[in-house]
């Protein structure tokens, strides 16, 4: 993952004003475990509209879709439901030969309430990008424990040894 891959994709999207929260790996970076990860994963609120912006901002950047998905199909609650049950598609992998060192994945099935987590987001700096809306560290945790990776679980060991 590039710093200024992940500087573009974060201006790209608050210039065309997306709605989403960061997670993963960068979130635990964000809250100050220091830890490699190769991807930037999003939250995207699924309203279509907000869909076609970010895809149009992603776009810009080079960034497209593994696979044949559009604002669309994320925003219709049916559509999504499919690529979940019968595809099991849990995110939606971006890819951008311009940044090939920085894929993106968008979660198609949400973790959480997009607007209450939205509402309780704790937004950081990152330098070259402004502002950044990171998921709040308790939902992070919980995000974590549901996933039950081993990475997971060691992220949350740390997360919880830096509150003390």
């Given at each position: 993952m590039k710093l200024t891959s992940v500087q573009a994709i974060i201006r790209a999207l608050d210039e065309a004003k997306v709605r989403f929260l960061v997670v993963g790996g960068l979130a635990v970076n964000a809250y100050g475990h220091h830890r490699f990860t190769r991807d930037v994963d999003v939250v995207l609120d699924l309203a279509r509209d907000n869909l076609e912006r970010a895809f149009a901002a992603l776009a810009d950047l080079g960034y497209r879709p593994s696979v044949p998905v559009t604002p669309a199909h994320l925003a219709s609650d049916a559509t999504r439901e499919v690529l979940i049950q019968e595809k099991g598609m849990r995110v939606l992998q971006f890819w951008s030969d311009r940044h090939r060192e920085t894929p993106i994945d968008a979660f198609v099935d949400l973790p959480f309430p997009f607007d209450e987590e939205?509402?309780?987001?704790?937004?950081?700096?990152?330098?070259?990008?402004?502002?950044?809306?990171?998921?709040?560290?308790?939902?992070?945790?919980?995000?974590?424990?549901?996933?039950?990776?081993p990475q997971d679980l060691l992220d949350i060991h740390h997360l919880k040894e830096l509150d003390g």
């Open positions: 939205y509402a309780r987001a704790t937004t950081l700096p990152l330098s070259g990008a402004g502002p950044v809306p990171f998921v709040a560290r308790p939902m992070l945790i919980r995000m974590k424990e549901a996933a039950g990776r």
